[in-house]
């Protein structure tokens, strides 16, 4: 049995009730079993419990977070239960969605009342799919009248559509869906997206890699779109064509772990897989680590910037320079860098550039 929980976030009247319908049809059809898991936000409102009837919007999104959590559990618990092969558990928004409307101290105690992370909380999901609000590109289209929870004007819209990317700027498998082919194009893509996360037929990855100047490390901390990861990435042995390696991602103190096998098709494309462990899993895996090449260490900077997402590695080992990666549904997509990354040259067919490369002990 195989199953991904996936995220459909966005700013308000971003097409996500639709978008649930699209899904639904189109993984039923590839032989899915697909569970929705509805927005904890609405329910609650609807039901009577408001940011004004609590005692303030810090405690309504402490609730909102505890209600999430559980059934989130609750739903994962039955999706084993269920007798088929391939199962798409999809959350209509997530945990981290209540980071948008809270402070910094807020969300903290938020996360401290539920006995969590905010690591554990945003990896938890395998994908984060976000739709952009029709306010910014389709201010025409956008209307507060089909949801009774939503009362955001279009400039309040916008500015909250930026504190969604922000909250989940760290995801690996984090995906902005913008208004720019119309609402149709909007829904394809977003159904795309998420087959090519799946790997259907394939799970491919795209990936395009740039070495640029070494980046103004205050000046990314600085970005409200962007986090910082840090990694520690260790090459297995392998008997096999597949690169395989397990990664430590995390930061403060709070760290996930995974196993990825990679396998080239061409020089943009790759069969990629990977698995979530535990850290047991992880500790035991290290004793077959490749002997030939030292662990990765890096920090990561994720960005979000216009409707791309950046994976910004900086090396220990270098002073000047760094590697910016993008993953891309299509290879002819157009890549519009942030002002803040001078590019010095693409290295996506370079070896030398490559992790595994760089692990080698010479």
């Known amino acids: 049995m195989t199953i991904n929980k996936i995220v459909i976030t ?52 402490k609730s909102l977070l505890k209600l999430q959590i559980e059934k989130e559990k609750t739903f994962e618990y039955a999706a084993g239960t269920i007798d088929t092969d391939k199962i798409l558990i999809v959350c209509d928004r997530g945990a981290l969605d209540g980071k948008a409307y809270l402070e910094e101290d807020d969300f903290a105690a938020a996360l401290k009342f539920v006995g969590t992370n905010e690591i554990e909380l945003r990896d938890n999901y395998d994908a984060v799919f976000h739709l952009v609000t029709a306010a910014k590109g389709a201010e025409n289209f956008y209307t507060t009248e089909n949801n009774n929870a939503r009362t955001e004007t279009i400039e309040q819209a916008s500015a909250l559509d930026d504190k969604l990317i922000s909250a989940w700027t760290g995801h690996p498998h984090l995906r902005i869906i913008d208004n720019e082919y119309g609402f149709d194009g909007k829904m394809k893509r977003l159904i795309s997206e998420i087959a090519t996360f799946l790997g259907e037929p394939e799970p491919y990855e795209i990936e395009r890699k740039f070495l640029i100047e070494y980046p103004d490390l205050k000046k990314l ?18 008997d096999t064509d597949e690169e395989v390696r397990i990664r430590q991602r995390g930061s403060k103190g709070n760290y996930i772990y995974f196993e990825t096998r990679k396998k080239a098709i061409s020089g943009l494309k790759r069969v990629e897989v990977e ?17 030939n090449k030292r662990p990765i260490r890096k920090d990561r900077y994720c960005l979000a910037d216009g409707n791309q997402y950046f994976e910004i590695d900086v090396y220990p080992f270098w002073t000047d320079k760094a590697i910016v990666e993008i993953e891309l549904s299509d290879p ?30 010479k």
């Open 332 to 361: 002819d997509e157009e890549i519009r860098f942030p002002k803040i990354l001078k590019v010095i040259k693409e290295v996506t067919d370079d070896i030398e550039y490559k992790n595994s490369s760089l692990a080698k002990i």
């Open 10 to 61: 966005g700013g308000p009247c971003a097409g996500k009730t639709t978008g649930m319908s699209r899904i639904q049809n189109a993984f039923t059809q590839r032989g899915y079993t697909v569970i929705f898991i509805p927005e904890t936000a609405s329910e609650l409102i609807c039901a009577g419990v408001t940011p004004r009837t609590c005692s303030s919007v810090a405690e309504f999104q």
């Open 221 to 238: 901390e600085s970005l409200p779109n962007c986090e910082k990861v840090e990694i520690i990435q260790t090459y297995l042995k392998s």
């Open 275 to 291: 698995r979530r462990l535990t850290k047991d899993e992880y500790l035991e895996l290290l004793m077959n680590a490749d002997s």
